[in-house]
């Protein structure tokens, strides 16, 4: 099994809809992070959590929330889906070695 | 001054070429830096960490320079396998960026 595990790997939802992307990891990090890359764009930060009780707005909070429900698991959600929010979304979580990330999940909103 | 800065690329190489990546960041608290690999629509990878000393891993050489704030990678004999983005990583004490920074990164395309 990956030690990043995100779910779903691709989703197309339509403009207004609840969506949830969740994640799940096996390193036993405490830190753990959200966000979407657009081309040419690089990767922005949406929401990071370094324990489940610490959760803290990225770059580009706006339009999304997170969850994390325990130490293994953190979830965005996107209360009312826009198109503009058609991204690949990688969650990842970090040691003092570096990041590691999920396969990330394609969404697309029509 | 962006926190982290790349050349966007492309970098057009042949089969064998040496080539250089540089990134300059603009933080002078920061504390660790990182190379990441990122192939078209999948997740960034480690490609390796950057110390102070300068570090080998193979054909590969990371380079730091603290006074002027910039590292490098230096890709020998480059394969048609290297193509891919190359991702400089910066870490910050903590703050709004959750203490770690990425750059846009700089495309490489390896020719036969």
């Known amino acids: 099994d990956a030690d990043v595990t995100q779910t779903p790997r691709n989703r197309i939802t339509k403009t207004g809809k609840r969506i949830m992307l969740e994640c799940s990891q096996t390193k036993g990090h405490d830190r753990m992070y959200w966000y979407r890359q657009d081309p040419g764009l690089g990767l922005q930060l949406i929401y990071y959590?370094?324990?489940?009780?610490?959760?803290n707005k990225g770059e580009i909070s706006d339009g999304y929330s997170v969850s994390r429900q325990a130490q293994a698991k953190f979830s965005l959600s996107l209360e009312s889906a826009i198109p503009n929010q058609t991204a690949l979304y990688f969650c990842?979580?970090?040691?003092?070695?570096?990041?590691?990330f999920g396969s990330g999940t394609r969404l697309t909103v029509v | 001054r962006k926190e982290v800065e790349q050349d966007p690329g492309p970098f057009n190489v042949p089969e064998g070429a040496t080539v250089a990546f540089n990134c300059t960041y603009s933080?002078?608290?920061?504390?660790?830096f990182f190379w990441y690999r990122q192939d078209c629509r999948k997740e960034p990878k480690l490609l390796m960490s950057?110390?102070?000393s300068g570090n080998e891993d193979g054909r590969f050489t990371a380079q730091l320079n603290r006074a002027s704030q910039y590292i490098s990678l230096l890709i020998r004999d480059s394969k048609l396998s290297d193509s891919a983005t190359y991702l400089c990583v910066v870490t910050f004490p903590r703050g709004s960026q959750g203490n770690l920074i990425f750059g846009k990164g700089t495309k490489l395309s390896v020719k036969p």
């Open positions: 933080n002078s608290a920061s504390q660790s």
């Open positions: 990842a979580t970090a040691w003092y070695d570096g990041y590691t």
């Open positions: 959590s370094f324990d489940v009780k610490d959760i």
């Open positions: 950057v110390y102070s």
